[in-house]
């Protein structure tokens, strides 16, 4: 354009073209006029070169797939608790059980009175208790929905209750003041502990999908007699010590025992007629066992890079 403008340099050229005679004034202009047109013929292509590459160019950039899902709010996917406990009421549906459910704000009578624990039993001190003022509780276990369902539905009975307890406790890596337990009772005739150990190692397989080692311990409940502990080899750290077992390489997971006389009592079933076995199963904890978990605080930090692996 330097060139080629009113006042461009072949403009000034043509101005000298005076000063020559008037046949070289003829050739010279001639000359003049063929070299502006070149150029400016030049310049054209080239500019449109250069228009249509900055088109693609940017059509390129701004290139939109209207196709393509609308970017939005990510999907959102069950808690793994929630996904364990589902997975399991599937499993004792299938074996005939009905699932029940109980008040997480319970009355003392059936978190602890119903169960065999009176008011001055040290066997209380055993769940630090949140108490409300009114005097009811936040239920520290869901043993109460035992009693709630015997007097609901009466014997015989196989039932389980999921849900989620509470207890004043110390929080660490395999503590929290909040979490998930399974409770689950069968009430029948003539009921062993020969039952209780089949039907125990026959669920934890079915959760687990392997072979896992499981030892029991006598263990105190005033709900059951005799009353068992059952541990599971901590499967985090494979036995050998981590801080989730305590370094013991065992994890309680699920205490059980046959059902105390004064339960069924409570209960309104006739215990001469009726006996039965119960089990505690800490949920969270077998989530922790299920996923190899090694903090249970992250279940409820709501913590999204955690909650996405599921
Ligand atoms: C009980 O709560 C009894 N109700 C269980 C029971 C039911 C015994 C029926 C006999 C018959 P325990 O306090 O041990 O027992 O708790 C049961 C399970 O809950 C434990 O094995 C453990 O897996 C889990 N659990 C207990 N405390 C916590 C806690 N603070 N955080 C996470 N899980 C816990």
Redesign the pocket.
Known sequence: MEALGRKGELAQISKEFSKLPPEERARLGKLLNDVKQTLEENWSVRNGEMESSALNARLEAEWVDLTAPAPGVRPGSLHPVTQVQRELEELFVSLGFTVLDGPEVETEYYNFDALNIPADHPARD??DTFWLKDGRLLR????PV?VRGLEKLGPPLKMIAPGR?F?N?EVDP????T?Y?L?G?IVDRDVSIAHMLYFMTTLLSAIFRRDVTVRLRP?F?P??EP?F?LDIHCLICGGAGCPVCKQSGW???????LVHPAVLRFGGADPEEWNGF?????L???AMMRYGIDD?RLFTSGDLRFLRQF
């Open positions: 055993m769940q520290t276990h869901t043993s035992q307890v207890r406790e395999s503590h929290e003041h979490f337990q409770e009772m263990g409940f709900f059951v009353g502990e994890v309680e997971l699920m205490p059980c025992g119960a089990f505690g199963l800490g969270t904890r077998l249970i």
